[in-house]
T-cell receptor, first 111, second 112 residues
Framework: GDSVTQMEGPVTLSEEAFLTINCTYT??????LFWYVQYPGEGLQLLLK?????DKGSNKGFEATYRKETTSFHLEKGSVQVSDSAVYFC??????????FGDGTTLTVKP | NAGVTQTPKFQVLKTGQSMTLQCAQD?????MSWYRQDPGMGLRLIHY???????DQGEVPNGYNVSRSTTEDFPLRLLSAAPSQTSVYFC???????????FGEGSRLTVL
């Protein structure tokens, strides 16, 4: 079956540091890939997505590129802020509605 | 802009009690689902529905029941609560043409 493996956390960075959260996946077909973010006390919300190989999703300074050859969708940001502190989930979807999530990576950014 | 609304936000139950978590949406999405979130285990799909009158099981359906009589509502019933059902529960809808899930704010359930 489908699976998503995320870099284990928690991750603690200083403000303005570079962020990478690794995500690799296993799927039988050609899934769409997503990053969701969960701020404290809230539900998940979509951060960015990519629907086919070599697509780059971007939003709020975050980027991720769909790499079919390495089955990866790593999340990056060049300069993190305290407000980026949250839990980040990598997810894939092969058929409408059936999404598979990673375990989540907690990011804490210190001033 | 209500989106996906879950109630209650917090609930404490005793083992063996039953309860219903409510989920309502105003986005006219056909697909709705329930997930549970446990530390270190990500989100796991409990049940889902592709439209009114249609429901199906997800990854962890045991101990839960659902029904979908309208497009707007998708309640999750715990028939006889167990401590293993202590978790945070999220309802989500799907925007079919983009694949994006929209989540409620969650319901934190503790079973003693």
């Amino acid at each position: 079956g489908d699976s998503v493996t995320q870099m284990e956390g928690p991750v603690t960075l200083s403000e303005e540091a570079f962020l990478t959260i690794n995500c690799t996946y296993t799927a039988t077909g050609y899934p769409s890939l997503f990053w969701y973010v969960q701020y404290p006390g809230e539900g998940l919300q979509l951060l960015l997505k990519a629907t086919k190989a070599d697509d780059k999703g971007s939003n709020k300074g975050f980027e991720a590129t769909y790499r079919k050859e390495t089955t990866s969708f790593h999340l990056e940001k060049g300069s993190v802020q305290v407000s980026d502190s949250a839990v980040y989930f990598c997810a894939l979807s092969e058929s409408a509605g059936k999404s598979t999530f990673g375990d989540g990576t907690t990011l804490t950014v210190k001033p | 802009n209500a989106g996906v609304t879950q109630t209650p936000k917090f609930q404490v139950l005793k083992t063996g009690q039953s309860m219903t978590l409510q989920c309502a949406q105003d986005m006219n999405h056909e697909y709705m689902s329930w997930y549970r979130q446990d530390p270190g285990m990500g989100l796991r799909l409990i049940h889902y529905s592709v439209g009114a009158g249609i429901t199906d099981q997800g990854e962890v359906p045991n101990g839960y029941n659902v029904s979908r009589s309208t497009t707007e509502d998708f309640p999750l019933r715990l028939l006889s609560a167990a401590p293993s059902q202590t978790s945070v529960y999220f309802c989500a809808t799907l925007k079919t043409n983009t694949g994006e899930l929209f989540f409620g704010e969650g319901s934190r359930l503790t079973v003693l």
